[in-house]
């Protein structure tokens, strides 16, 4: 059984920074795309920015020039540092992983999610 544990959400001011980790468990042999989602009350889950196993990367517009994606292949971890953050960044943010192969099997796995509020 494959998890992913997401943690370092929390409120936070505008303009400051939230570093995001989500760590992967379970006898995986590869995770080829890592990456986070969040959705915000009312709205529907979108892309924040994703990570290949290569370190390729993409981003969303409203997340490109101030969050930062990587990864640590060694320990299936993958982070997300968000800086100069904003009202409209406040939602639940989701870590992903895409494609996996573990013994038991192959597919997508999402995390819990984990709360970030941006506000004064």
């Known amino acids: 059984q494959v998890q992913l544990v997401e943690s370092g959400g929390g409120l936070v001011q505008p303009g400051g920074s939230l570093r995001l980790s989500c760590a992967a468990s379970?006898?995986?042999?590869?995770?080829?795309?890592m990456g986070w989602y969040r959705q915000a009350p009312g709205k529907q889950r979108e892309l924040v920015a994703i990570i290949t196993s290569g370190g390729t990367t993409d981003y969303a517009e409203s997340a490109k020039g101030r969050f930062t994606i990587s990864r640590d292949n060694a320990k299936d971890t993958v982070y997300l540092q968000m800086n100069s953050l904003k009202p409209e960044d406040t939602a639940v943010y989701y870590c992903?992983?895409?494609?996996?192969?573990?013994?038991?099997?192959?597919?997508?796995?999402w995390g819990q999610g984990t709360q970030v509020t941006v506000s004064s």
């Open positions: 379970g006898r995986i042999f590869s995770i080829p795309v």
């Open positions: 992903s992983a895409q494609n996996v192969i573990a013994t038991t099997g192959a597919g997508d796995f």
